[in-house]
């Protein structure tokens, strides 16, 4: 089947999994995290078939895949996103998208759809990049008086490592370069990351651009969650689907799996239960109501 009609045949599915988990989550403005990943093993060198990269919607707060688009190259996430976006309601969301996905035709559609976004700065945003860059340096020799800037930060441990991490937002500035390359830009940021493992520090500073008004914990939270897509959404992928591992070579069927995957991921993730999601597909072969349940997103009354 054409995957873009094979998704589509998901809408009415997909659509009463978001109303239900739109009702167990209080959050106001959901965050969309859009992201690529790359099946690494689905290459054929002999018919000169490239690896599948695909780009998804993860909306993270819902734990659902809400669309996937799949190209040949990660070069392509610049045309598949703006298609894959088309395929989503956004409307009243944050679309979050690494730096890749930084251009002035993605935020105008984003912005039109009545979404907000904050997206990720990197040198390949030129003047736009090296300007917010410049202002959040200079601003930080005077420890961000007058401008406006807010700032939040959090302390974690784990995996051996304490790190902290300071958001911190502010007013796009009249006189910025490159400020009109992105409809409804109104804020910048920077997250500083310290990261302490075994006594040895490191540092690492990341830029954005945002639709957001201030509130720099809504900003902070966007950026939070957009990591939900590689931690949560991509490493199960890999790890319990074994998705890099797949040897599917025809363009169609190797697409059609790839969106068969986060649809399963996310009808897992709905489910209440504490067990791993390795465990609950083997609990949907061993036992019919459990599968029934995950389906249906209902609990199945024992007979």
Not at 61 to 83: C, F, H, Q, R, W
Not at 108 to 114: E, F, L, S
Not at 189 to 215: C, H, K, P, T
Request: glycine share 6%; aromatic share 6%; with cysteine.
């Amino acid at each position: 089947m054409n995957p873009e009609a094979f998704q589509a045949g998901f809408a009415c599915w997909l659509t009463s999994l978001r109303q239900l988990a739109e009702q167990r989550c209080d959050a106001d403005q959901p965050v969309f995290n859009v992201d690529g990943k790359t099946h690494r093993r689905s290459h054929d060198r002999k018919n000169s078939l490239g690896a599948l990269h695909s780009v998804s919607v993860w909306a993270s707060d819902y734990a659902l895949s809400l669309g996937m688009v799949a190209t040949e190259e990660k070069s392509n996430e610049i045309t598949a996103i703006p298609e894959l976006l088309r395929l989503v309601d956004i409307k009243v969301s944050i679309i979050t998208i690494d730096a890749m996905g930084t251009q002035k035709a993605i935020a105008k559609q984003i912005v039109d759809a009545q979404a907000d976004y904050v997206l990720a700065l990197k040198g390949n945003q030129g003047t736009l990049h090296d300007a917010v860059v410049s202002h959040i340096e200079d601003a930080i020799e005077t420890d961000f008086a007058g401008t406006g800037a807010r700032r939040h930060t959090t302390e974690e441990t784990g995996h051996g490592r304490e790190e902290t991490r300071t958001y911190v937002q502010l007013p796009v500035p009249a006189d910025l370069a490159g400020r009109s390359v992105c409809s409804g830009l109104k804020t910048i940021g920077v997250v500083i990351s310290l990261i302490n493992r075994g006594g040895q520090e490191s540092s690492d500073a990341r830029y954005y651009i945002s639709s957001l008004g201030m509130g720099v914990k809504r900003f902070a939270r966007a950026i939070r969650r957009h990591w939900s897509i590689e931690n949560t959404c991509h490493w199960s992928l890999d790890m319990t689907w074994r998705e890099d591992e797949s040897r599917i070579r025809t363009n169609v069927l190797r697409e059609n799996t790839g969106w068969l995957n986060r649809f399963s991921l996310s009808l897992l993730k709905q489910d209440p239960g504490k067990e791993s999601i390795a465990m609950k597909r083997r609990h949907c072969a061993w036992n019919e109501d459990f599968f029934t349940q995950v389906l249906t997103a209902h609990a199945v009354d024992a007979v």
